[in-house]
């Protein structure tokens, strides 16, 4: 079984939201550790280590190993609560491992040779990722670090699925027999769109030698004033009969 993190932990007898807050206050996170058909523990971590890991990769797909009151037991990361206004962690959940039962978790799918396919070395095309990451089953022998999928041979307008993501021996990606979504693919860039601004100018600028347009409200004062002439009575000259 391969052990990626080690931390100790204490065990917390006091729980609610006043206990959690004076733990995190002392610079401890609280966190459960369940599973294994065990009891669930509450343990208290400390907030330094776990903020410099929580970054890697590795912390959410690899078996971590929790010491608490001298005794190590193997887990698996099951999740890591933030603040939403700090870069503080809430709490976190921790699941147990034993070397005979399959467990599940996420693994990240990495991806490599992009840049050498012919989709995008020699076709102009676009990787576009839509798939990151995968939950997979195995026993805690058999877990990888990560998933690995080869673009080197993609043409433009290919796609690979999940099911073409090579497995370990000894690990499978459940529901895949129902499920198989697109996790990549190489395609056309777009073209790019004229500035509507700049369309609507090009539209509206006369052509090269036409005569430039009256002005709209010109005809209409023209017009009103011609029929105001025409309106007035003549004047009469006044004199004696």
């Known amino acids: 079984m391969r ?3 080690s931390f100790d932990a204490e065990s917390r007898g006091a729980q609610g939201t006043g206990a959690s807050r004076r733990l995190r206050n002392a610079g401890k996170v609280p966190a459960i550790l369940y599973g294994a058909r065990m009891q669930a523990e509450a343990l208290s971590l400390e907030h330094y280590k776990l903020l410099a890991v929580i970054q890697d990769e590795r912390f959410y797909s690899s078996i971590v190993q929790i010491t608490v009151d001298g005794k190590a037991q193997p887990a698996i990361v099951k999740d890591v609560q933030m603040h939403p206004a700090r870069h ?5 959940d921790l699941q147990r491992v034993t070397e005979s039962e399959p467990i599940r978790l996420h693994l990240p799918i990495h991806f490599k040779g ?4 012919p989709g995008v070395k020699t076709q102009g095309g676009i990787v576009s990722h839509m798939i990151t990451d995968v939950e997979v ?3 805690p022998k058999d877990l990888p670090e990560f998933l690995e ?14 099911a073409d993501v090579p497995l370990p021996e000894g690990v ?3 529901h895949l027999a129902h499920r198989n979504p697109p996790v990549v693919s190489i395609h056309s860039p777009r073209a790019a769109e004229p500035e509507p601004v700049a ?7 006369p052509a090269e030698g036409a005569p430039a347009a009256a002005p709209a409200a010109a005809a209409p004062a023209a017009e009103a004033k011609k029929g105001e002439e025409k309106a007035a009575p003549a004047k ?3 004199g004696k009969k």
């Open 3 to 5: 052990i990626s993190f």
């Open 236 to 238: 009469k000259e006044g």
């Open 137 to 139: 089953s195995c026993l």
């Open 172 to 174: 499978t990606i459940p």
């Open 114 to 117: 992009e840049a050498a396919s």
């Open 88 to 92: 503080q962690i809430v709490h976190v």
């Open 199 to 205: 369309a609507e100018a090009a539209a509206a600028a």
């Open 149 to 162: 999928l080869d673009l080197s041979s993609m043409n433009l307008n290919e796609t690979k699925f999940l």
